[in-house]
């Protein structure tokens, strides 16, 4: 039986100033609801990854000493050789942890794991109780593994069937054949011909579906533009969520679209 990958991981703070270590320790208390979480460590060895002042020789020695440049995100001006991931100051949050994140797919990667729809430990029928509804099935389309992992474990935690893809093509090859009652798609696919909202308006302006259920799309992005939110609306979704995810709208978004547990 596979292992259920962790959601929390810790994180080592090496070097910076009283000033940084605050800003970034507040960093991690504000975004503890995110999946995955990432939490401040007090070992550098024995945290899951570390943050390293670029500009400190004491931190730079620290890091190589303990052997965890590999798994260290340095900022400043002067990263050492062979440094993962390297971001110049001021710091910037929402940066910080998409590099953070780029770790640990990276780590992932490396794990010998069964296909994602296999993943989770438990399955929907046994998350179920005998008065409870039966478990929907939904589909997930996103172009970062990572991504696609950790709301596959969220929805599949909350009694959900969960299909997980990772291009439009795919996904509009499940829509036609295989009925969905909720459909998440992030808007930006990368570098294919669609993207989420092509694969939103697809599914609205269709007149029949597989099982005649017509799916509830939620949109999912990572930009803060005002206006994705927007192009959200004109493409017919019926809820809209940003990413990092956060556990009180990632709820809301699922009471709008799932009558069984807005109730």
Not at 33 to 60: H, K, M, N
Not at 80 to 88: C, D, E, I, K, R
Not at 95 to 106: G, M
Not at 114 to 128: E, G, I, K, Q, Y
Request: overall charge negative; glycine content about 6%.
């Amino acid at each position: 039986m596979p292992q259920r990958i962790p959601m929390r991981y810790t994180v080592a703070l090496q070097g910076f100033s009283d000033f940084e270590r605050s800003t970034l320790a507040s960093l991690f208390r504000l975004e503890q609801q995110r999946a995955p979480a990432y939490v401040q460590g007090s070992s550098l060895v024995e945290s899951d990854f570390v943050i390293a002042d670029a500009d400190s020789p004491s931190a730079l020695n620290a890091v190589n000493d303990a052997h965890r440049v590999q798994d260290a995100i340095f900022i400043g001006s002067h990263p050492p050789a062979g440094a993962a991931a390297h971001l110049p100051r001021p710091i910037e949050p929402k940066r910080l942890l998409r590099e953070l994140d780029l770790l640990l797919e990276a780590r992932l990667a490396l794990l010998d794991e069964p296909p994602l729809t296999d993943w989770v430990v438990s399955s929907p029928d046994a998350l179920r109780s005998d008065d409870s509804p039966p478990a929907l099935d939904v589909l997930v389309l996103d172009d970062s593994r990572i991504a696609l992992k950790f709301l596959q474990s969220r929805l599949q935690g909350l009694g959900y069937r969960v299909h997980a893809v990772q291009t439009a093509d795919e996904a509009l090859a499940l829509l036609d054949t295989q009925p969905f009652s909720i459909v998440f798609v992030d808007i930006d696919l990368g570098a294919g011909p669609l993207d989420g909202l092509a694969v939103c308006q697809h599914l609205k302006r269709r007149r029949t579906h597989p099982g005649d259920i017509a799916p509830a799309v939620v949109v999912v992005t990572g930009s803060t533009r005002s206006t994705d939110r927007v192009r959200g609306d004109l493409a017919g979704c019926d809820a809209y969520l940003t990413k990092p995810l956060m556990e009180e709208e990632f709820m809301a978004a699922l009471r709008q679209v799932d009558p069984a547990r807005a109730g």
